[in-house]
């Protein structure tokens, strides 16, 4: 049991997880990770890396949503806009497909740079729509562009390392474990700098933020253009472990979809962002997966459960506002503080 | 709280299972329905025409003896769920699969390739007849291109010029619209396509631009609630338009939501009609819902489309088996190219697919509202070039 953390020097304070518990998890996580393509089936394997790229997408938005305080209804849209980017440039340039993720981010970035502008001065609500917008003109975008293909799917060709081929599940779980890796650190990070920091004083409070000095307008623009960039980068990785870009993948839906993940994972935590994603993702395959395990001994459940597991969406946002706001991420750190003093809490 | 992390815990653990029981030699078949997602409408009953086809074949005997397992859920058309589905299922060593839209048969259509397992579905897409670009889907129905140029045929025999498409505003419905064009261009004849705005419950501007163009016909690739609307509209503006329904509205639901609107309507359906006589629905559909107690005439066109999709993968299974080839997607495969002049039992044109070209069906007749029923007008038109 432990009294408190106490650092005794900078570089101790500067840790991100200076307990030993914290860091044993961490390593039990990085095992893990590391030991389950080599247990799992194909199928797992699927739901991990479809869970993978939404959490990566998650994060994205938290970052605008969760701490800088803008609502954002435009996350498909933004996905749709670095998939087809990345695709288009392995198949039109010929670009090696690893160079590409890179570079549709950027373009994400600065097209969700674009439809953040608004951001100065329209908030709340006015933003969810003036986002909804973008969601609506980027779909519509594509369907209309001669460049995307508009109707038809792009097919992007199969990535590959060194010859191998990567879009198989196993192989592309790697890829998307490396890249969740390297945007969990970055967020978490982020908000260390002032960059992080400016973000979480406009979102708490921006006419106080404005007063100490940060650049409200900048700074939402910049986190509109840090959120689209990595939202981008979802999408490309789905482009090409998908090798199908179609735009009924993207629709609003999407949005909601990603937007309920940060909601119930927790807003402004990028653990819960994960938390979030594997919830959201997972929640349609158990559903399933009950009601077929149950049909055997109750056969209507079969012609049930389809719809219980629609209701089921809503019904777990409902449940997550009452009851825990701030989401999976305070239910586990309720949890860990419940442990840290343990049996002696008071 | 711990009783909550038990339940996650027991839940993670049964979707990690997968539930199921694996029983040797049964033929193992994935497929995904739309029985709760915006095209439940049209899903559900061909869904049902899917699973009664598999209940049917497994109450005669099964195929050479075997049973056939046939696995499949509700992914309310959202494509990561069928993706999710998809993978769960091959990961069973499923040898064929029953897809439903066109967003989850262009998303799987790529990776149907590399696992090697033959892929139905009812998106009737150009592109998807095509063995270069989708070497593993097979279409049971009329592309939508060739039903488009079927109706123009019929059209331009009776005397039009012009011709209006009135389309969702979707890849599907675009989907018929340049080689419409491209057909028309050559026979002489103008095409128009108007995108019909999701959702909207009137279509008097997009009518006047129908009007404007000089169309005499009205040829809709649309569901049948919306067209439903359009055919409302068309007798309240008093037009003498002539309406064309291609695929998906060519059904029960399209002459329901319409009432007296629907009068007259000509549907181009590829497939037969639950009151037309085939031979198919007679003797083998009829005789299997009445004595399961379903009602065929509430079930409509969509069951049987279904049942038919079904029949083929089936038959393409059979084919193996009586080859004494080992059962394997592509052994299917090889079987459906194979096969020429396949008979649907009158519910359609046979069908013939080749190593070139897997639209098996190029032919459709034409139908007319009468009374409230579809009834046959023409006999097969064929797709001309």
């Avoid at chain 1, 090696?96 to 001065?121: E, H, Y």
């Avoid at chain 2, 799987?108 to 696992?115: I, P």
Wanted: glycine share 10%.
């Amino acid at each position: 049991m432990e009294s408190g953390v106490f650092h005794s020097n900078y570089k101790k304070d500067m840790e991100l997880r200076p307990t030993p518990i914290m860091k044993g998890r961490l390593v039990f996580v990085i095992v893990l990770a590391l030991i389950f393509p080599f247990v799992a089936n194909n199928y797992q394997l699927t739901l991990a890396n479809q869970v993978g790229i939404f959490a990566i997408a998650a994060i994205g938005l938290n970052i605008l949503t969760g701490f800088t305080g803008q609502i954002s209804l435009g996350t498909g849209g933004f996905m749709a806009i670095g998939a087809y980017g990345s695709g288009l440039l392995v198949t039109n340039l010929g670009m090696p497909w690893w160079m590409t993720v890179p570079i549709a981010s950027l373009v994400t970035a600065v097209i969700g740079a674009f439809f953040g502008l608004p951001s100065l001065r329209l908030k709340g609500l006015y933003l969810a729509i003036a986002t909804l917008a973008a969601q609506q003109v980027i779909e519509w975008a594509i369907i209309r562009s001669p460049f995307t293909g508009g109707v038809e799917a792009l097919v992007v060709p199969s990535p590959t390392i060194l010859g191998v081929r990567m879009s198989t599940d196993a192989n592309f779980y790697w890829i998307i474990l490396i890249s969740l890796a390297i945007v969990v650190m970055f967020a978490v990070n982020l908000f260390r700098t002032k960059i992080g920091r400016a973000f979480i004083a406009i979102r708490d409070q921006d006419i106080a933020a404005e007063v100490m000095g940060v650049n409200v307008f900048l700074y939402k623009v910049m986190s509109f253009a840090l959120s689209s960039a990595i939202i981008g980068f979802a999408g490309a990785l789905l482009a090409q472990y998908r090798g199908i870009v179609n735009y009924e993948r993207f629709t609003i839906e999407l949005s909601i979809s990603i937007l309920a993940m940060v909601i119930i994972g927790g807003l402004g935590s990028v653990s819960g962002s994960i938390y979030g994603a594997i919830l959201i993702s997972l929640l349609p395959a158990i559903l399933s997966n009950l009601g077929t395990a149950m049909s055997d001994s109750i056969p209507a459940m079969l012609t049930i459960m389809p719809f219980i597991q629609k209701g089921m969406f809503g019904v777990v946002i409902i449940l997550f506002l009452i009851f825990e706001p701030e989401g999976i991420a305070k239910i586990w750190k309720n949890i860990k503080d419940y442990f840290r003093l343990w049996p002696f809490s008071y | 709280m711990k009783k909550l992390l038990l339940l996650v815990i027991v839940l993670l653990a049964l979707a990690a299972c997968g539930g199921g029981n694996d029983e040797e030699d049964t033929i193992k078949l994935g497929g995904i329905h739309d029985l709760t997602g915006p095209t439940s409408d049209a899903g559900t009953p061909y869904a049902d025409g899917i699973r009664d086809y598999i209940k049917f074949v497994n109450a005669n005997g099964g195929v050479d003896g075997r049973q056939i397992d046939f696995m499949s859920q509700d992914y309310a058309y959202a494509v990561d769920q069928a993706e999710q589905l998809y993978s769960q299922y091959t990961s069973k060593e499923i040898i064929g699969f029953q897809g439903w839209g066109t967003g989850d048969t262009e998303a799987l259509r790529g990776r149907v390739a590399e696992d090697k397992i033959p892929f139905m579905s009812a998106s009737y897409s150009e592109t998807l007849a095509d063995p270069a670009e989708a070497p593993y889907n097979f279409l049971v129905g009329t592309s939508y291109s060739g039903q488009f140029i079927i109706a123009l045929q019929y059209a331009k025999d009776n005397g039009a010029t012009t011709v209006a498409l009135m389309h969702h505003d979707s890849p599907f419905g675009t989907s018929p619209l340049a080689d419409g064009k491209a057909w028309a261009e050559a026979n002489g004849m103008e095409v128009i396509g108007i995108p019909m705005p999701k959702g909207a419950s009137d279509f008097t501007a997009e009518l006047t631009q129908v009007t404007d163009a000089g169309a005499e016909y009205i040829v809709v690739q649309n569901v049948s609630s919306p067209a439903a609307t359009l055919a409302k509209d068309i007798n309240r503006l008093g037009m003498d338009t002539q309406m064309i329904c291609l695929n998906w509205c060519s059904d029960e639901l399209f002459v329901e939501l319409s009432g007296d609107a629907a009068e007259g309507v000509i549907a181009a359906s590829p497939f037969a009609f639950v009151n037309s006589g085939a031979s198919l629905i007679e003797d083998e559909i009829r005789p299997y819902t009445e004595e399961a107690g379903i009602d065929l005439e509430a079930k409509g066109v969509h069951y049987i489309q279904g049942w038919v999709t079904m029949r083929l993968m089936v038959d393409g299974i059979r084919e193996v088996v009586a080859n004494g080839d080992e059962l394997t997607g592509e052994n299917i495969h090889a079987a459906l190219e194979g096969f020429t002049n396949y008979s649907t039992g009158d519910v359609t044109t046979p069908l013939t697919f080749t190593s070139s070209d897997h639209a098996g069906n190029k032919a459709l007749r034409l139908y007319q509202v009468k009374n409230g029923v579809h009834e046959q007008m023409t006999d097969y038109i064929k797709v001309s070039d």
